[in-house]
C-alpha cells in the first residue's frame, strides 16, 4: 500500500533548519533521560527515600523503572525506532505525571519533556509531518 493510497502525500524535502532544530531538541529529550537514569543507579539515600518513600513505590521496583526509561530514551535515540520510542517515551511520562498528580506535586516537567520530544521527531521525520499535518492544505 502506498502513502497517495493512504491519503497522505508523499513527502518533500526538509529544510535543514526543521532537520537541526529536531534533532536538538531531540538530544535534549536523550540527555534529561540518561541524567534521570544516571541519578537513579547512582542510588543516593535521597533519591531511594523520594522513590520508597514520598512517590510510595517498593524500593525493588526502582531498577525495573530505570530500564524501562533507559529503554525509551534509546529507542527514541535511535532514527529506525524512534517513532516507537517516542509512543513508549509518551506512557513512560504518562506514569511519572501520574505519579506527581498522585502525590499533589507539579507535573510540568514530565508533560514538557514529553511535549519537546514529540515536537523533536516532528521536525525531523518527513514521514510523521506528513501522517499528522498541522494544517491542511487547500487543493
Known sequence: ??????GVEPARSTPPWMIWTGRVLSALTVLMLA????MG???SPEMTAAFTGHYGYPQGAMLGILLAE???AVLYA??????????????YLGG???THVRVGENFAMA??????AW???YLRDARLRALLPLRRRAD
Open 41 to 43: 543507579l547512582k542510588g
Open 35 to 38: 541524567m534521570g537514569v544516571a
Open 78 to 91: 535511535i532514527p529506525q525506532t524512534a517513532t516507537f520510542g517516542a509512543i513508549l517515551l509518551t506512557g
Open 70 to 72: 533507559l529503554a525509551c
Open 119 to 121: 515536537a523533536g521527531l
Open 111 to 116: 508533560l514538557i519533556v514529553a511535549v519537546v
Open 96 to 98: 511519572a505525571i501520574a
Open 1 to 6: 500500500m502506498t502513502t497517495s493510497a493512504l
